[in-house]
């Protein structure tokens, strides 16, 4: 049981470049969410989706889109990446509502911005 | 507003002895509260949760204990090995969204 996925695991980029990470997952969870890592900050919402073809926005939206076209996958994209954008970025999913539910994290893309 | 905070930044324990790990939210009306651990190089994983119906919950050495009186829950993991170093933090889902609160984190080292 893969859980949550994501790929790739490290990215380097040039300062405009843009990219999309993707998120699997095999649970048949409902509800996804992107969050970036910074050091001493926690963990940050960026965006979520509570289904198929819904996405919406959390603490730290901008610069970034997301996509949910299928309910296993939800893709994080940088438009044009900024060196601020450099973080740790972890998507999690749940079985529904959070009320009462845990997330499950994946192992996070480590990106820089250069 | 809301927060769900900690209250040390790093925790040194000594191997085989019992770690305890502090957590306060300010959300009275909060129902449900997790522990995550976080290893060096991957994803938050969970740990345990419990219930506001509930002030102790046990796990395989881990318990959390609950005061609602003065919002404040812990982590107590018991006979501390060199495995359990990592980040541990606690989350809540506030009720009526979607978003989780998360702590920064403790950062538990376990000497040898």
């Known amino acids: 049981n893969a859980g949550v996925t994501q790929t790739p695991k490290f990215r380097v980029l040039k300062t405009g470049q843009s990219m999309t990470l993707l998120c699997a997952q095999d649970m048949n969870h409902e509800y996804m969410y992107w969050y970036r890592q910074d050091p001493g900050m926690g963990l940050r919402l960026i965006h979520y989706?509570?289904?198929?073809?819904?996405?919406a926005k959390g603490e730290v939206p901008d610069g970034y889109n997301v996509s949910r076209l299928k309910k296993q996958n939800f893709l994080l994209g940088l438009e044009s990446a900024a060196p601020s954008q450099t973080s740790v970025y972890f998507c999690?999913?749940?079985?529904?509502?959070?009320?009462?539910?845990?997330?499950?994290f994946g192992d996070g893309t480590r990106l820089s911005i250069l | 507003g809301e927060s769900v905070g900690l209250h040390l930044p790093t925790l040194s324990v000594q191997e085989g002895d019992n770690s305890i790990i502090n957590c306060a939210y300010s959300?009275?009306?909060?129902?449900?509260f997790i522990w995550y651990k976080q290893e060096s190089g991957k994803g938050p994983q969970f740990i345990i949760d419990?219930?506001?119906?509930?002030d102790k919950r046990q796990g395989q050495r881990v318990t959390v204990l609950l005061n609602k009186t003065v919002k404040h829950l812990s982590l107590q993991i018991a006979a501390t090995q060199p495995g359990d170093s990592a980040v541990y933090f606690c989350?809540?889902?506030?009720?009526?969204?979607?978003?989780?609160?998360f702590g920064t984190g403790t950062r538990l080292k376990v000497l040898a």
């Open positions: 989706s509570v289904g198929e073809g819904t996405t």
């Open positions: 419990i219930r506001s119906n509930m």
């Open positions: 959300n009275s009306a909060s129902d449900y």
């Open positions: 989350a809540e889902p506030p009720s009526g969204t979607y978003k989780y609160i």
């Open positions: 999690a999913s749940s079985l529904s509502r959070p009320l009462n539910q845990p997330q499950h």
